[in-house]
């Protein structure tokens, strides 16, 4: 496939190398942008703004088969996606910051007038991330959450804590509830598949697939999270921290917003009508203990600084909060913020790479899902005939993969080794990133 990127930005420079090894990519920008890591690998590179025809001809727009803008500049964004539609009539990815911008184009794209003159998908980060945030805070004490077959399935990833009757256990002894599978563990920053007799060790992260309700018991069971989160504080009142608010309060949680510009909090307390908006410094750590942040069940630091995001975090971890999730802007970023001991950190970025992946993806593979930074995918494959009633421990997958759910019409069944597959399943397989494409092939009929 041929892939041409609009913008040497950081979003840029991570989809070039995702996908540079199984596609041919070329980015446009000014010279100026180009940076060595985009030397280090192997694309094409074409000075000069995508918003000119002539640059598009020579990126050879006429051949290629996705165009992605990702510059920070959405206007650019959007005329080079429309230039490049009515050029090579290519699917086009249009990434933007501002609702409005994202609200006006899917108006456009759905109200049937602009024939094939619309851009095919519109990513907006800020919205990605919120609701990522969002399905984390509302599943207690997990890291990471994945809702499959319309929320009846789910992935759920946690954190080995030194209390924790699991630990030091080997998977076989752990028994585990029912319609549950333990599909990744990441030790020490490497993932890998466990099998029966891998032994659980403190400050493992545990990925786990199921049914929605069997989850839930597990979490009761060996998590210690027998009560919903109750309240959240969020440091950061811009569009993330208000989007989230919004949808805390939807739920009934309650919720704390700590913003630093006055005139931002008049506009949040018109908006929210049931969080409480505090005019104040998140890393005021006298306003935090006044405030009682301390005994927020969350607190989510998502301002635009990621200096400041790290500082808050750690201050009101040093308040006893349990859980605290921050936004980091520069994906690098994340080891950090984990290492020293922030819960959950999650970038903007990663989560519109992730959207960019799901949407490449072939129609009959496709990758709902990515863990750990994109070191483990969960991929969906539908059945062909060639593996009709074949058994579960028949397949002799090519590399290490976890078949966690299988979707056969309304039923959502948890899998054993005897289990049956049937034509037109829908399998929701677990992996590493390194061999999706050797399980993908697997599957493929020959």
Known sequence: MKIVIFGATEVGCLLATEFFEDHDITIIDKEENRNEEFSKLDISFVEGSACDLKVLNQADIVNSDIFIACTPLDEANIVACLSAKKIGGIRTICFVSREEYKNTLYFEKNNGLCGDFFIDYITWPEELLTQEIFRIVTVASALDVENFADGRARLLEYKVRPNLPIAGKKVMDCKFTQDTLIVGITRDGELFIPNGDTVLNVDDKLIFMGTSHSLDILAGTFFHEKEYVKSVAIIGGGTVGLMLAKNLESLKIKTKVIETNYTRCECLSEELRHSLVIHGDGTDLKLLDEESIGESDVVISVTNNDEKNLLCS???????????????????????????????????????????????????????????????????????????????????????????????????????????????????IFTKAEHAAVVKEFFRVK
């Open 314 to 428: 750690l201050l009101v971890k040093q308040l006893g909060v349990k859980r605290v999730i921050s936004r980091v802007s520069k994906v690098l970023n994340i080891p950090l913020f984990e290492k020293v001991g922030i819960d959950v950190a999650i970038s903007p970025k990663n989560s519109a790479i992730n959207e960019v992946r799901n949407d490449l993806a072939e129609n009959d593979v496709d990758i709902l899902a990515t863990v750990e930074q994109g070191k483990g995918e969960v991929l969906e494959i539908i059945v062909k005939q060639e593996f009709d009633r074949k058994k579960v421990m028949e397949l002799k997958f090519p590399a290490p993969s976890i078949i966690g759910i299988i979707q056969r019409q309304n039923k959502v069944i948890i899998p054993k080794g005897d289990t049956e597959l049937r034509f037109n399943d829908v399998l929701i």
